[in-house]
Nanobody
C-alpha cells in the first residue's frame, strides 16, 4: 500500500514536498515513480527513481523537481520548486517489481495566486 501526502495550495513560484509512504519495504522495488493527472487530462509520468536511486525526469519538470527515496523510512519524495499553474494536478505515486502496479490514492496540488 502506498499513501501520498504533502499536497495543497501554493502560489506560483512556490514549493511543495510530496511524500509517498509504503506499508512495507521499498528497497526491493525495481522502480518507483510519480505521475500526475490534471483535470480533464490523462495521467502522465512526472519522474521515476530506480532501485539503485537513479532518477529520471520528464522535460516539463526537469531542473524544478527532485525525486528521492529513503529506504530506511520506506518513503519516496518529490521536491517541487518554482511551481507553475500548469503543475496543478492530482499527484500519484507508483511502485513495482516487473512493472508499476502498486498505486496510491493521490494527493492534490493546486498552484494558484
Amino acid at each position: 500500500q502506498l499513501v501520498e501526502s504533502g499536497g495543497g495550495l501554493v502560489q506560483p513560484g512556490g514549493s511543495l514536498n510530496l511524500s509517498c509512504a509504503a506499508s512495507g519495504s521499498i528497497s526491493g522495488f525495481n522502480a518507483m515513480a510519480w505521475y500526475r493527472q490534471a483535470p480533464g487530462k490523462e495521467r502522465k509520468l512526472v519522474a521515476t527513481i530506480s532501485r539503485l536511486g537513479a532518477p529520471y525526469y520528464t522535460n516539463s519538470v526537469n531542473n524544478r523537481f527532485t525525486i528521492s527515496k529513503d529506504n530506511d523510512k520506506n518513503t519516496m519524495y518529490l521536491q517541487m520548486n518554482n511551481l507553475a499553474p500548469d503543475d496543478t494536478a492530482m499527484y500519484y505515486c507508483a511502485a513495482g517489481y516487473q512493472r508499476l502496479d502498486i498505486w496510491g490514492q493521490g494527493t492534490r496540488v493546486t498552484v494558484s495566486s
